[in-house]
């Protein structure tokens, strides 16, 4: 039950010439995971959306399936069936070429992340370098989403969206390397095999000890900056740059821009949950006879919902505040970090070296925010009224 | 700093979508084709005819006199008064309009052909859901249209109309009282007289 | 051998696109075409380590470092009539020259014997242990120089902000 998708495709793979099987088996996988996680795009629109809705008293999308499970469905015959709007003082190649090459790299991202026992797309040595190659190259492609429109504003969105995606990247490659030290490789396979096995009841996933929370943490909130998603979105936030850096798509161009937003969001979700919290292994050793592909897609599941959520409750970071939030918390604090998993990894295994490393972590983390509301005065508001 | 403040409020959003499903309370949409908000009582929409009674066109409250016609600010009454007269609820003889239309793409909802009618017979509706296809023929509401019977005017409006009826009741007793009245004198006179008209009779037959 | 072509051909494309083409902007993103061509490259030597990194690092930054710089100084204004000089006879021959003499340097040098050692199988992990134990002190005094670089950026930033 566990390897039934391995199987299939070794199957299927069977019956091509003994040839081509590589590509064979690549292009099966290729089709698999698009498959997949378009599908579970589509279901993630309407779930944000009528989760938003439960969060603010309100019902989401109900009307076109039983509870609005077809929106999705509705949603694309619009995005397709919408006019393809070019202004005309934009750039034509670049604009056209924006949206498509976005969604590359943030497919190819997600060949990396096993989504179960033997189930990697491509198991490389260095896959979270990889990982983090592609993501890189996803900025440049909003810059020229950005610029090819010709709209001040849209100008001003990419650039925010860059300086805020290339600040984020540095605490997010930083929380990675903590695990990738302590796993000792970069390969996502071995790296999830680090944790397996169960001490005590409790999984011996990365997240469970201290640096791996703190870590998880931080990768978590770059993670939501990285992919320009609530509360870090004000490259394209509604009310104030209408929309950013796609104001001048219409139709399917941006339903692709939202398809790579929300593929990046699963990408680094998933590289998350093979990072900190074990992979597809299960939490607990008299549940491993579920699926591992369960737990991973269940897992993922839990992390768009905390998306969702903070989404749902977190009020949209300005600019400067979220570029010290980047520079002057999130930097320190990934770099203390690195220095207590290093520090985890020599010491004995006992209660000392939880209270050590729990102390290291929270110290810094106590000292820098009482350090860096010094300035700001956060109290009741005063106001000074004309005479 | 600390994050206190968003565990406190993500632990808030938690309860609101938690609470979404578990009280009714909490989620106020009124989902609109299949639920409709109760309307208020003073609500007001277009003009409908009361008409008492199960016969909308012998209990027709509205004698024709014009009133409304004339006083309509936008003017969009028209109404042509009939040949004949037919009771009204006093008893008495009154003319009814053969033809009372309302265009309300033109009415304004302003009231003040309620206000001048000295009849009750023309009050204001609530109905709101009046879409039609044709622009300009459809929004043109006749008679039979217009005409609602004073249960439904109850209904609506009931203030307005336990008022309407007592004034109409009491008129109705009135015409009453009158008619007996009348009708006693008359009685009264027939067998009074005699004598006059007894004596007088054969000097006038000579 | 056929994907080595096609490899060279787009990186050659690429980079010659970044000098032709007149809009600068288009010419940054023609020079990212090259560098994904070279990371390509890196990829089809299985050099898996240096493939990534240059995805990482150049297309990831510095092509972004040049897009900016571009965008603040001059790449608004309207692009040149012609990008070729007048003298542009002259220059080809000058590069006819240069490219001979090289080509020629390599082809008659001793990398052209034939008995070539197998292709180590070069792991990362042996690149990160080469780093701490050979390659130490390059290492430090790259780091070095990248923080001197950083605090350089944050003065000539905060020194702008003081002088307004």
């Known amino acids: 039950m566990d390897q039934i998708f391995v199987t299939l495709k070794h199957w299927l793979v069977g019956f091509g010439p003994a040839q081509c099987q590589p590509i064979i088996s690549a292009i099966i996988s290729v089709a698999g995971i698009i498959g997949v996680f378009a599908t579970l795009f589509a279901i993630t629109t309407v779930l944000e959306r009528k989760g938003l809705g439960r969060i603010q008293n309100r019902y989401g999308p109900n009307r076109v399936g039983p509870f609005g499970i077809l929106q999705p469905l509705a949603d694309g015959v619009k995005a397709i069936i919408k006019e393809d709007i070019v202004p005309r003082t934009a750039d034509s190649v670049v604009h056209f070429l924006a949206p498509l090459v976005l969604v590359a790299p943030v497919f190819l991202a997600l060949a990396v992340v096993p989504m179960g026992r033997n189930m990697v797309a491509i198991d490389i040595d260095a896959g979270v370098l990889f990982f983090f190659a592609v993501g890189a190259a996803t900025e440049l492609l909003l810059f020229m989403a950005g610029w090819s429109s010709r709209n001040k504003y849209s100008l001003l969105g990419a650039m925010r969206a860059i300086a805020q995606m290339i600040s984020y990247e540095v605490p997010l490659i930083l929380s990675a390397v903590s695990v990738i030290m302590i796993a000792g490789s970069l390969s996502t396979v071995k790296i999830i095999e680090a944790q397996a096995g169960y001490a005590g009841g409790l999984p011996r996933w990365f997240v469970l000890t201290p640096w791996g929370l703190a870590g998880f943490i931080l990768f978590m909130i770059a993670a939501a900056a990285e992919s320009n998603r609530s509360p870090f979105d004000l490259p394209e936030g509604e009310s104030e740059i209408i929309a950013g850096y796609y104001i001048e798509y219409s139709g399917f161009k941006f339903a692709l821009f939202f398809l790579g937003e929300y593929i990046g969001m699963f990408a680094v979700s998933g590289l998350a949950i093979t990072l900190f919290l074990g992979g597809w292994h299960a939490p607990f050793a008299f549940l491993t006879w579920i699926p591992s592909y369960v737990w991973f897609f269940g897992k993922l599941l839990a992390l768009i919902a905390v998306f969702i959520w903070v989404r749902g409750t977190l009020p949209r970071l300005r600019m400067d505040q979220l570029m010290n939030f980047a520079w002057k918390f999130m930097l320190p604090m990934a770099l203390i970090n690195l220095v207590t998993a290093g520090i985890w990894r020599f010491l004995d295994p006992g209660i000392s070296r939880w209270l050590i490393c729990s102390f290291l972590v929270l110290g810094p983390y106590i000292m820098l925010a009482r350090g860096l509301l010094q300035g700001s005065n956060v109290g009741k508001r005063t106001y000074r009224y004309a005479d | ?206 | 051998m056929i994907l080595l072509i096609i490899l060279a051909l787009l990186t050659l494309v690429g980079a010659v696109a970044a000098m032709s083409l007149r809009n600068l902007v288009h010419c940054a993103l023609a020079l990212t075409v090259a560098f994904a061509g070279l990371a390509a490259l890196y990829l089809q030597l299985d050099a898996q380590f240096v493939g990534f990194a240059q995805i990482l690092v150049y297309i990831g930054a510095v092509a972004i470092l040049i897009v900016f710089a571009i965008l603040l100084t001059r790449g608004s204004e309207t692009p040149q009539p012609s990008i070729l000089s007048p003298s542009w006879l002259g220059g080809i021959a000058v590069a006819v020259v240069v490219f001979s003499v090289l080509a020629m340097t390599i082809v008659r040098s001793a990398i052209t014997d034939r008995n070539l050692p197998a292709a180590p199988q070069v792991s990362v992990r042996q690149i990160g242990e080469q780093l701490m134990t050979k390659y130490l002190l390059p290492l430090e005094v790259i780091g070095l120089l990248l923080t001197a670089a950083l605090i350089g950026a944050v003065i000539i930033a905060m020194q702008e902000k003081e002088t307004k």
């Open chain 2, 1 to 206: 700093m600390l994050g206190e403040g968003i565990v406190k409020g993500m632990a808030e959003t938690a309860r609101n979508f938690l609470g979404s499903y578990v009280k009714e309370d909490r989620l106020t949409t009124v989902q609109y084709p299949e639920e409709r908000l109760p309307q208020k009582e003073a609500a007001r929409n277009f003009p409908f005819l009361v008409y008492d009674g199960d016969d909308w066109q012998a209990g027709m409250r509205c004698v024709a006199c014009q009133i409304c016609e004339k006083e309509c600010p936008p003017q969009c009454i028209y109404i042509t008064k009939s040949k004949d007269k037919k009771p009204d609820h006093a008893g008495k003889a009154q003319l009814y309009p053969a033809i009372f239309d309302i265009d309300i793409s033109v009415c304004m909802s302003c009231q003040i052909c309620v206000e001048v009618c000295p009849f009750d017979a023309i009050k204001m509706d609530t109905e709101f859901e009046l879409s039609t296809g044709d622009r300009f023929g459809d929004l043109l509401q006749h008679k039979n249209d217009l005409s609602k019977p004073n249960t439904y005017f109850r209904k609506l409006h009931p203030t307005e109309a336990a008022e309407a009826d007592a004034r109409l009741a009491a008129e109705k007793a009135k015409a009453e009282a009158k008619g007996k009245a009348d009708a006693e004198a008359k009685a009264k006179a027939a067998a009074a007289p005699k004598p006059l008209a007894a004596a007088l009779a054969p000097a006038l037959a000579k």
